[in-house]
């Protein structure tokens, strides 16, 4: 085998990728409705959110930190956005909605970024503090009630589809236009990442910080954007949740971060930093959300959901982990 | 003056202007009366310096003499306390590396500081596109610089290539074509040559002299020049935040660059060859590892002070890590005491009584944030555990027994280690060794950073382990060193023990010529 | 050292420690003051005893893995896990109307199997830290999940409930007049503090955190370290579980969730770097309490358990801010630690 493509087979999405196909091959076996129209759609329905969030927790690890904040980020802002659309513009249209949402994100995403990249502080300390000062703000001082009773125009949006129908063989699917906010993150965040020169400081950053320092990369600055950043996803993540679940739940979401850390680190960005794809990403949240909604489906009870997500981060990690320390040893 | 100055403001046109007929005023960079204080230290002293386009200079000196701070202030990472510095016949103040960057002067810090999960290309563009003030990063932009640079030392790496694959000898090339791509009119490599084998370090000479022909200035900083000298126009020599000495490059040669740097004049004696004990203590047979050394077989007695040598790249590190079980051979044998010893296990090593001062101090060797007491105590927590309580009277009079026995001077043992002066620390860190009563040691680069008085005195304290029926191994690019203190000395290439020469029998110079040759 | 030498030649007031003590004291005296009848109560003292062992022994198995520059993030998975076999094991086996030494040699064999689990998991860590690698932070988020996975799974994420009487006395009995869960906090934190300062392995695990370079380098045996390390720490959140579950009086997967945080926040209180390398159980002792005195004191105040999360993320921040930041040098680059050396490529 060459090194090129012993190089691809062990690269952590083409395992995620075998783990999907084998997941699929079983599921289909086991259950001949699994791979239909429906259960397409509804798992990409289910990958909205999780990806957004995902995304942004990637350009984290890619950083070199770790955020495991940004669920709260999302629900206060879902929240707060609602709360205010309510007591002051009922009739808010949603592209002001989302606008809102999402800054009230990036502004809670720069509360993590003074921490982080003004103070210099641990990041997994720090957002561990984070997520507790914003429910505890948000279920104190915001409100702790679930709200049914959305703005007229976040239900609305939730109900605007890209396409729905019935197949021939009665198979009934809706792709809603939250895909399309997916796949907008998705572009924006290939083009910062890979064409503008931020992006490149990002991995320039986790590659080597001290390095990034010396050749005269503004290292706050670059730290504070990607909080920001994350906290303006996860925002917008908040704000879909809330409007495709037709409801304003603050107690959602939270608990949620372990996923899609999970999802991450299966598709192969590092804690040390540098290394993450967005294919990758996309292939750990598609599996992570197969395992949330179609684990029993192979045979295994939907109790185990948490076994299965921990055995998978222990996994993702575990496999490159080992192979560097072993390669470490092989060089002396 | 001024006027000069000005003249040197004018664009230069580098190329058509030979390094050796520049005139004093056409200077890229002049330094004058430049003095830096940290917190009551005089780092520097009044120190004049000049750098003509297309001029290779050696700025020579041990840790600790000032060459370090002039560099960083010459980068814009300091700022002097007094003095001028002109560049490119422009006075900066407040320089800061921005500015020294976009001035064309360029720091390949001996680390390079890449960024190991970008592409070749990226790390060479990346400075380029950040000055340049780009938003937008292109892929192709960034590959055309650097294929321009490589192509203008005339050297071919992959592009593509994660920058993580590739060897040492071309990080250290990338790390110039970054500085290049920048427009850099003057590089300062620092230690430039502590990575690299004989060959790749002719490899890298001929690139220095085609930049010099191209007008690029190059400084080398470095305590060990031997290597460079041929290259250099000139030499200038601190020691002690003062310039001790100027002039061609001819005029220098090792033991005359060892004496400025030094301040002393005689060399150490040679211990001589070792008049045997009789009583074998190592055996290394056909030791080998792939990629780092090969067929290493040697022995040697109690009481005898044993010195391998070889550049880096040599394998000498490889197998000074080898012995006490850090690097994992994949056969042969080690044989202590007639008893053979694991390979690959550190704490089997330490149980067979083998001892290992790293190199790296900061890094490997010490605790730096814990106290002295401590990093010599931790030495000896087996010895002094009762049901895995530590005794602990019996643990702090031992400690303070050797770093009395060693010399080390603190005022408060329990102060953390980082307090103290490098050989000071080297002292702590031999000291947790000898506690354990080893029957050999190995010492990797025993007084690397360590200043000139305490150097005499490390070398004392390695013969004294001789005299006392220790193994001593002492593996060190520092031939003066070896000379003074070993009975014997090896010296290896390629991985290989390809000479043995017995103490006194060989001149530093001779030395010099097999480890280059 | 600093057992014998160096505290006699530190200046006593220089000691994070000694700051600790101030603020333990002047929080006390504030909501001594600003209540003096209810916060003084003898009833309020001992409600205070029975409430904080819970969480500070937690605290205690973080501080034991933060020394070594690691952290564990399963330690409420460990310590839910172990309470639901135990819990098992009472009520399957036993049942509610079991009484004298039957249920007492019951509860017996209930504790030893929730410990034989912490253990069990602690090693799971180990291995995944030192044999395999992997990141701290990671290992125990992944291995966390899984333990609090194992747990739904037995139990169908429902409560256990159903004990013989015995097993209240863990967490709600007091012998002396002292709560059974201090005197169990107090064990173990004495036991932590001698294993930290007078035994080699102490001495070893705090110079690992140091520098585990240098501690390989030194021949220490760090991948045996690391295994005690998270054994321990899964053992005293065993312990944590089991007053968890006496308190409760039932198991359940998700109690406590709120107590990781609480964990690290202690630990960082008490002065422990997260970094390793230091980290004293007189500091943590001290956050404790001063954490306990607040949270009484918020109690008394009504304040709710979001607006105490709401608090305690903060202090978290606030503590970590004044711990780390060179206030004299704020523009000075920040102080995030130096990466494992990046030219480990020399040969």
Same mark, same amino acid.
């Given at each position: ?48 959110? /999780? ?54 994100? #990036? ?84 083009? %910062? ?11 320039? /950053? ?127 | ?23 004093? $005023? ?26 003509? *386009?297309?001029? #290779? @200079? ?16 010459? $980068? ?10 002109? %560049? ?7 320089? $800061? ?133 041929a290259v250099s126009e000139r030499v200038v020599v601190l020691r002690n935040g003062k310039k001790v000495a100027e002039g061609d490059a001819t005029e220098f040669d090792a033991a005359s660059l060892t004496r400025h740097m030094t301040g002393r004049d005689v060399a150490e004696a040679s211990p001589g060859a070792f008049a045997g004990s009789g009583e074998t203590l190592l055996a290394v047979e056909n030791l080998q590892k792939d990629g780092s050394f090969r067929d290493i077989s040697f ?11 070889? /550049? ?86 031992? #400690? ?45 680069? *025993? ?24 193994? +001593? ?45 | ?113 929730s410990l034989a689990v912490g253990a069990a998991a602690g090693f799971f860590n180990g291995i995944l830290v030192s044999r395999l690698g992997l990141p701290p932070i990671l290992a125990t988020l992944g291995s966390g999940l899984v333990f609090t996975g194992f747990a739904v799974a037995m139990t169908g994420g429902s409560a256990v409930m159903g004990f013989p009487d015995i097993v209240a006395v863990i967490g709600n009995a007091t012998i002396w007049e002292i709560p059974v869960p201090l ?80 964990? +690290?926040?202690?630990?960082? /209180? ?51 801010? @004044? ?10 680059? *920040?102080? $995030? ?11």
């Amino acid at each position: 085998m060459t090194g090129r493509w012993k190089e691809v087979l062990t690269r952590n999405e083409t395992l995620v990728a075998l783990v999907i196909l084998l997941f699929c091959i079983v599921a289909s076996i086991s259950d001949p409705n699994f791979f239909t129209v429906t259960t397409l759609s509804d798992l990409l329905r289910a990958s909205i959110v /999780l990806g957004i969030l995902a995304i942004g927790c990637m350009l984290v690890l890619i950083s070199g930190g770790i955020d495991v904040s940004f669920t709260a980020v999302a629900v206060s802002a879902m929240y707060m956005t609602t709360k205010l659309s309510l007591a002051v513009w009922p009739e808010m249209p949603w592209p002001l909605i989302f606008t809102l949402s999402i800054g009230f994100g #990036a502004l809670l995403g720069a509360i993590n970024g003074v921490f982080i990249a003004i103070f210099g502080l641990p990041t997994l300390i720090v957002t561990l503090g984070t997520l507790s000062v914003f429910r505890g703000f948000l279920l104190t001082f915001v409100g702790s009630d679930r709200i049914s009773a959305l703005p007229p125009d976040m239900r609305e949006f939730s109900r605007m589809m890209i396409a729905r129908g019935t197949t021939e063989g009665g198979d009934f699917y809706a792709l809603p236009w939250s895909l399309a906010a997916l796949a907008i993150v998705i572009l924006l965040t290939a083009f %910062i990442l890979h064409k503008t020169m931020l992006g490149r400081s990002i991995f320039a /950053l986790g590659g080597s910080l001290e390095s990034a320092r010396r050749l005269g990369i503004d290292v706050r600055r670059t730290q504070f954007f990607v909080y920001v950043y994350v906290g303006a996803l996860a925002g917008l993540a908040g704000i879909l949740h809330g409007s495709m679940g037709r409801m304003a739940d603050p107690f959602s979401l939270v608990g949620l971060e372990l996923s899609v850390i999970a999802a991450v680190v299966l598709g192969g960005a590092r804690l040390i930093g540098g290394y993450g794809t967005i294919t990758g990403t996309l292939l750990g949240v598609a599996l992570i959300v197969l395992v949330q909604n179609s684990l029993i489906v192979i045979g295994i009870p939907s109790t185990w959901q948490s076994v299965t997500i921990g055995a998978l981060i222990l996994l993702g990690t575990g496999l490159p982990a080992y192979q560097a320390k072993r390669a470490a040893a092989r060089a002396g | 003056m001024s006027a000069a100055v000005h003249a040197a403001a004018l664009p230069l046109s580098p190329r058509t202007r030979p390094a050796m007929q520049v005139s004093e $005023s056409s200077a890229f960079v002049e330094m004058t009366g430049v003095t830096k204080h940290y917190a009551g230290v005089t780092a520097l002293d009044g120190v004049d310096f000049t750098v003509h *386009p297309g001029e #290779a @200079i050696c700025l020579a000196g041990e840790n600790g003499s000032g060459k370090s701070t002039l560099i960083k202030i010459l $980068s814009g990472v300091e700022q002097a306390s007094e003095g001028e510095i002109r %560049i490119g016949g422009e006075v900066m103040t407040g320089l $800061s590396p921005r500015d020294a960057t976009a001035a064309g002067v360029l720091v390949i810090f001996q680390d390079f500081s890449l960024f190991p999960n970008l592409s070749v290309a990226e790390n060479i563009a990346f400075a380029n596109e950040l000055t340049e003030g780009r938003m937008i990063f292109s892929r192709r932009h960034a590959r055309a610089v650097a294929r321009r640079v490589l192509d203008r030392i005339g050297v071919d790496i992959p592009l593509n290539a994660r920058l993580e694959a590739l060897p040492v000898a071309h990080k250290q090339l990338v790390a110039i074509c970054r500085a290049l791509a920048c427009e850099a009119r003057l590089i300062i490599m620092d230690e430039p040559t502590t990575a690299l084998t004989g060959k790749e370090v002719a490899a890298l000479l001929d690139i220095i002299r085609l930049l010099k022909e191209q007008g690029v200035a190059v400084i080398f900083v470095s305590h060990k020049l031997a290597e460079v000298l041929a290259v250099s126009e000139r030499v200038v020599v601190l020691r002690n935040g003062k310039k001790v000495a100027e002039g061609d490059a001819t005029e220098f040669d090792a033991a005359s660059l060892t004496r400025h740097m030094t301040g002393r004049d005689v060399a150490e004696a040679s211990p001589g060859a070792f008049a045997g004990s009789g009583e074998t203590l190592l055996a290394v047979e056909n030791l080998q590892k792939d990629g780092s050394f090969r067929d290493i077989s040697f022995s040697m007695q109690t009481g005898e002070v044993l010195g391998i040598t070889g /550049l880096l790249g040599s394998g000498r590190t490889s197998l000074a890590k080898a012995l006490f079980g850090l690097v994992t051979p994949e056969s042969g044998r080690i044989v202590v005491d007639g008893a053979e010893v694991p390979l690959g296990d550190p704490i089997a090593s330490a149980e067979a009584r083998i001892g290992y001062v790293p190199e790296d101090r900061l890094t490997e060797g010490l605790f730096l944030t814990q106290s002295i007491l401590r990093n010599v105590a931790v030495g000896r927590l087996a010895e002094h555990e009762r049901n895995g309580f530590l005794h602990m009277r019996g643990l702090v009079d031992e #400690a303070s027994d050797w770093l009395k026995r060693l010399n080390v001077k603190t005022p408060a043992i329990t102060a953390p280690v980082q307090s103290l002066s490098g050989g000071n620390q080297q002292r702590v860190a031999l000291a947790r060794w000898m506690s354990r009563a080893p029957r050999l040691l190995i010492l990797n680069g *025993p007084s690397v950073g360590v200043d000139v008085g305490s150097k005499a005195d490390i070398h004392d304290i390695i013969r004294d382990l001789g005299h006392q029926g220790l193994g +001593v191994i002492v593996i060190s690019d520092d031939l003066p060193e070896l000379l003074a203190t070993c009975h014997r000395i090896l010296v290896m290439k390629g991985g290989a023990i390809t000479d043995e020469f017995a103490g006194g029998t060989i001149t530093e110079d001779a030395l010099s010529q097999k480890l280059a040759s | 050292m600093s057992g014998s030498g160096s505290r006699t030649e530190q200046s006593l007031t220089q000691a994070p420690e000694f700051r600790l003590a101030i603020i333990a004291v002047l929080v006390f005296a504030l909501m001594a003051v600003m209540s003096p009848d209810r916060f003084l109560s003898g009833q309020n003292l001992t409600s205070m005893a029975f409430q904080f062992p819970e969480f500070a022994i937690l605290a205690l198995a973080m501080t034991i893995t933060m020394t070594t520059g690691g952290i564990d993030l399963s330690v409420v998975g460990v310590a839910n896990l172990s309470a639901v076999i135990a819990a098992t094991i009472l009520t399957s086996l036993v049942g509610p109307e079991a009484a004298g030494a039957a249920a007492f040699m019951w509860l017996a064999v209930a504790l030893v199997a929730s410990l034989a689990v912490g253990a069990a998991a602690g090693f799971f860590n180990g291995i995944l830290v030192s044999r395999l690698g992997l990141p701290p932070i990671l290992a125990t988020l992944g291995s966390g999940l899984v333990f609090t996975g194992f747990a739904v799974a037995m139990t169908g994420g429902s409560a256990v409930m159903g004990f013989p009487d015995i097993v209240a006395v863990i967490g709600n009995a007091t012998i002396w007049e002292i709560p059974v869960p201090l005197i169990l906090f107090a064990i173990l934190a004495i036991a932590l503090h001698i294993l930290l300062t007078r035994t080699g392995f102490g001495l070893r695990v705090t110079m690992y955190g140091a520098n585990p370079l240098a501690a390989l380098y030194a021949g220490i045996d760090i991948d045996r370290i690391l295994l005690r390390v998270y054994v321990i720490a899964g053992m005293f959140s065993s312990v944590a579980g089991m007053v968890i579950m006496s308190r409760a009086n039932s198991a359940k997967a998700d109690y406590g969730s709120s107590y990781l945080l609480l964990a +690290v926040l202690i630990a960082v /209180l008490g002065g422990v770097n997260p970094y390793g390398g230091y980290g004293r159980v007189v500091g943590v002792v001290l956050a404790v309490l001063s954490m306990q005195f607040l949270s009484s004191g918020l109690n008394m105040l009504q304040v709710s358990n979001f607006a105490r999360e709401l608090i305690w993320g903060a202090l978290l921040l606030l503590v970590m801010v @004044i711990n780390t930041t060179n206030w004299a040098g704020l523009s000075a680059r *920040p102080t $995030s630690r130096p990466r494992p050396a990046e030219r480990e490529d020399t040969t």
